[in-house]
């Protein structure tokens, strides 16, 4: 702390822990609120998708004129990292498409010799893949996939795209607790 209630933030880690996908949209001069001597409360999955009502009330303020604000729970913490490496490989709008990526796990993910596969975290290996178009509406939906790879063939894309792209592809690791996870995404450039 500089002088009283300025604070310089150097040296911050983002993106730990599954957190890559709030790292955008920071600035400088951005407020930030200092937690101290916070705890964590768990909660039973049959409370995620409930309304919490809350007030925030700085120093000073009273609970009374405070805004009510409303939480609906998530169970963020329960949901799969997105996953990593998200390659396409092949000619777009002229062939099939192989579309593979990585795993990521929440719980236990060090690889103590670097090799390997990181645990399942999860009841079972699923994932989720959609397609879009350049203005993200929904083209196809593949679920139910049980591994880290799918081949989106040239009739696909033909039919997803009959008047070629752009477009984009999302991935997506499944909980059975809380549904899908952060996403994924790469973009698909069609040859002019």
């Given at each position: 702390m500089l002088q009283s209630g300025v604070y310089t933030l150097t040296h911050l880690l983002?993106?730990?822990?599954?957190?890559?996908?709030?790292?955008?949209?920071?600035?400088a001069g951005d407020l930030f609120v200092l937690l101290d001597g916070v705890s964590r409360r768990g909660l039973p999955l049959s409370r995620i998708g409930a309304s919490l009502h809350h007030r925030l009330v700085g120093r000073g303020g009273e609970l009374r004129d405070a805004a009510t604000n409303v939480a609906t729970l998530?169970?963020?913490?329960?949901?799969p990292y997105a996953v990593a490496h998200l390659t396409l490989a092949g000619e777009v709008g002229g062939g099939d498409i192989d579309v593979?990526?990585?795993?990521?796990?929440?719980?236990?993910?060090?690889?103590?010799?670097?090799?390997?596969?990181?645990?399942?975290?999860?009841?079972?290996?699923?994932?989720?893949?959609?397609?879009?178009?350049?203005?993200?509406n929904l083209l196809r939906t593949v679920t139910d996939l049980?591994?880290?790879?799918?081949?989106?063939?040239?009739?696909?894309?033909?039919?997803?795209?009959?008047?070629?792209?752009?477009?984009?592809?999302?991935?997506?690791?499944?909980?059975?607790?809380v549904g899908r996870g952060f996403e994924a995404s790469a973009d698909l450039a069609f040859a002019p």
């Open positions: 983002r993106g730990r822990r599954g957190t890559e996908v709030f790292t955008g949209g920071h600035a998530v169970g963020r913490d329960l949901m593979s990526w990585v795993r990521r796990t929440r719980v236990g993910g060090v690889l103590l010799d670097g090799t390997g596969d990181v645990p399942l975290s999860e009841d079972e290996e699923r994932y989720e893949l959609v397609v879009y178009d350049g203005a993200d049980s591994a880290p790879a799918f081949t989106y063939t040239a009739a696909m894309q033909a039919e997803d795209f009959p008047s070629g792209g752009p477009g984009r592809i999302a991935v997506w690791q499944i909980s059975a607790q």
